[in-house]
């Protein structure tokens, strides 16, 4: 997103990639009963400390735009390591009248502290909370992704997945796409972890699709959305960009 002030001796218009675009947001307390909200972002980072002011803007960014189901991902966080009451349900249940919580994290690798790249989460609050039923993950326990199915009417499943795909980084020891090839290399898959993560995406997408799901994704993909090989793998089964679709980018 473009500075809000700009350079007064240039007249250069910005390319519109790089204006905000999507529909805009309004606010209300109360969301039309034929409306769910959801809303995703990239949080680069939940805090360790349960008091850091940063907990609290979370919280009020999901309060301000009234979003019944909240997908995150890199949430950057061991959270074995920390102290019971310092883990993400225990630091957040109180925050509405009821919470869901389905999260993610890479299982398969013990860091030397609660800093662990990577990670993906979807919070239900309130009434989507009652509508919550059992959520599931990334089958290969590295946190790639996390979703929760909600109940609709006439028997519609609405699935809410958030998603993670590793940007190339080989150099430091912990990056996602490090932790990724490290469980490529013990399982004997010589797959690049991106090409892993899009193959292992798509065959469950498969399944959701023909279980009669309506799929919605937050996905961070580290690549240009309107191409490429996440983008194709998208189009195969008839799913699209809403943001960048709508606003015609």
Not at 154 to 164: D, Q
Request: charged content about 25%.
């Amino acid at each position: 997103m473009p500075n809000a002030s700009h350079d007064d001796a240039s007249d250069d218009k910005q390319p519109a990639w790089r204006e905000p675009w999507g529909d805009t947001l309004i606010f209300s307390v109360k969301n039309p009963s034929d409306t769910f909200r959801v809303g995703f972002l990239n949080i680069n980072g939940w805090p360790k400390d349960p008091f850091d002011p940063k907990n609290k803007q979370i919280q009020s960014l999901i309060n301000y735009h009234n979003f019944d189901a909240f997908a995150m991902t890199e949430l950057n966080r061991y959270w074995p390591a920390l102290p019971m009451q310092d883990r993400l349900y225990e630091r957040t249940f109180k925050w509405w009248q009821s919470l869901h919580i389905s999260q993610a994290f890479n299982k398969d690798f013990k860091p030397l502290s609660d800093f662990l790249p990577g990670g993906t989460a979807v919070f239900s609050r309130n009434h989507a909370a009652s509508r919550a039923m059992k959520s599931g993950r990334d089958p290969s326990a590295l946190g790639r992704w996390k979703w929760t199915p909600y109940r609709g009417r006439e028997g519609i499943t609405l699935r809410v997945v958030s998603t993670y795909c590793p940007v190339i980084n080989k150099s430091g020891p912990m990056s996602v796409y490090n932790q990724h090839k490290t469980y490529s290399d013990n399982h004997d898959d010589d797959r690049d972890p991106r090409i892993a993560f899009t193959a292992d995406l798509r065959e469950e997408i498969l399944v959701w699709q023909l279980a009669g799901d309506q799929i919605l994704i937050g996905m961070d993909a580290n690549e240009d959305v309107r191409d490429g090989s996440l983008y194709q793998t998208m189009a195969a089964f008839n799913l699209r960009e809403a943001v960048t679709h709508n606003a015609d980018i």
